[in-house]
C-alpha cells in the first residue's frame, strides 16, 4: 500500500539540489546506515528514492508487517527540521498526539522520556497512552559532521513514571498501547533542504485489528511528517538550531 502525502509545503527553490543530485547524496550516505540505531526500519527502495527526487512524498506500510514509514525532501535546513523534530511538548497541536508532557530528562536532550496521548477515531476504542524514550545518534552525527542525523525511540508504558496529576489523569482517560518503536532519519541536501524519513513500528495493542492499524499508521506517517514542517515552518521550535 502506497500513499501519496498532501504536504502543504512551499515549493523548494529553483537553487535546491535536483532530482538527480538527491538520488547520488541518498546512495551516497549508504554507508552510513550500518551506524543507524534503529536497523529494522525498512530501507527505501531506489524505486522510491527516485518518486521522492522527483517531488512525491511516499508513505507506505511494509507488507505483512506493522513498520509504517514515509520519506520526503522537505525544504528546510537540517539544523531547524532537527529542532522541531526534537521538540516533542509542543508538538499537540501541530501532531495528532493532544498531550505531551516531560517526565523526566532535560527538554531536547538524549534520554528523555515524554508521556504522550493520543485520541483514536474508531468507535468503542479506548484512546492511548505511551511514554517515548527518545535519543538522538551521537555516533553518526558525529561521522557525518551533523549532516547526517537519527532522532529514535522506544516505549514504556510503566505508570509509576507518571507523578503529575495532569499525567495521572491521562492515564485514568486512556489505555497504554503494547508497544512503539521508530526513528527520523535526516540528511542534509544543502542549506535550505533535507531528506528525510520517517519510520514507526506500533503495535496498538487490544481492540485495534491489525487491518485498521495498518491503514492508520500509513496515515499516521503522513499527517506526522506534515505536521513537523508546518511546526517547523511556523511554530518557532524552542530546542537549538544546530
Known sequence: MLVHLALVWAPISAEAATPEQVVAQVAEIAPMREIRVQ?????ITEAEVLKVANGTPIASVQAGTNKAYGAAVIPLPIALLWAAINDETRHPGYTAVEYSELLSGSPCR????????????????????????LNGNSALYQQSGGSVRELYWKSSVDPTEVKTDSGKRILESAVPIASSSGAWFLVALDERSTWAEYYVRTDPGEGVPSS?????AAKGVRETMDAIVRFAQTGNPSCPVK
Do not use: E, N, T
Open 110 to 133: 538524549d534520554g528523555r522520556r515524554v508521556l504522550q496521548y493520543l485520541p483514536v477515531p474508531i468507535p468503542m476504542v479506548s484512546d492511548r497512552w505511551w511514554i517515548g524514550v
Open 39 to 43: 536497523k529494522s526500519a525498512p530501507l
Open 212 to 216: 485498521v492499524a495498518s491503514k492508520f
